[in-house]
């Protein structure tokens, strides 16, 4: 595997399945800082994007990507497997329920909940060594308080968080456009 960050867009393997765009995918893994060895868990996957450049920043360890689409779950093994990142599992089902099983992890991820948040930040929490990293990106105002309010409520954790607004340029004719991303809140939780 070759260690790679900020894989353009149009590289995946693309459905109608939601995708972290790459400049958020930078972003989130800066904050990961997913290390060689490290067990990850990618909670709401999606098309992989996430769980592939998760699994060759820790090469020698390995990434559990949790969807809960059967769509998205042959999107995450195609794109592991164009990107030779074999240390992805993609496991269909639900978190919390989906995480049960699980070894303990150093980073954990939360690209969706489904409405489920508490549960699954609950669950997370016992599956998250100390001294490990969990990332929430949210796309809501609602999951963005929710996650602040249980996890600046939990003393063993430091919490940082951020918005971020991408907006790409894009040729028209002879002149350029903006083209803005939606906005996204990154929660970046160190036990």
Do not use: W
Request: proline letters at 4%; one cysteine or more; glycine letters at 8%.
């Amino acid at each position: 595997m070759t260690q790679r960050l900020g894989i353009p867009d149009s590289q995946f393997i693309r459905g109608d399945i939601p995708m972290t765009k790459q400049e958020i995918r930078i972003l989130t893994l800066a904050k990961a800082t997913i290390a060689m060895n490290d067990t990850v868990i990618d909670i709401g996957a999606g098309t992989g994007s996430l769980s592939v450049e998760a699994a060759l920043l820790a090469e020698q360890g390995k990434v559990f990507a949790i969807e809960r689409e059967a769509e998205g779950i042959e999107l995450i093994k195609a794109n592991a497997a164009k990107f030779k990142a074999s240390n992805v599992e993609a496991i269909l089902g639900a978190a919390p329920e989906a995480l049960n099983g699980l070894p303990t992890a150093d980073v954990i991820l939360i690209g969706g909940s489904g409405g489920l948040l508490p549960d699954i930040l609950a669950c997370a929490d016992k599956l998250l060594k100390p001294g490990g990293r969990l990332v929430i990106t949210a796309v809501t105002v609602e999951t963005l308080s929710t996650a602040l309010h249980i996890m600046r409520a939990k003393k063993e954790y430091s919490v940082d968080a951020c918005a971020v607004q991408v907006t790409r340029i894009q040729p028209v004719g002879t002149s350029n456009m903006f083209k803005a991303l939606n906005p996204i809140y990154i929660i970046a939780c160190s036990k």
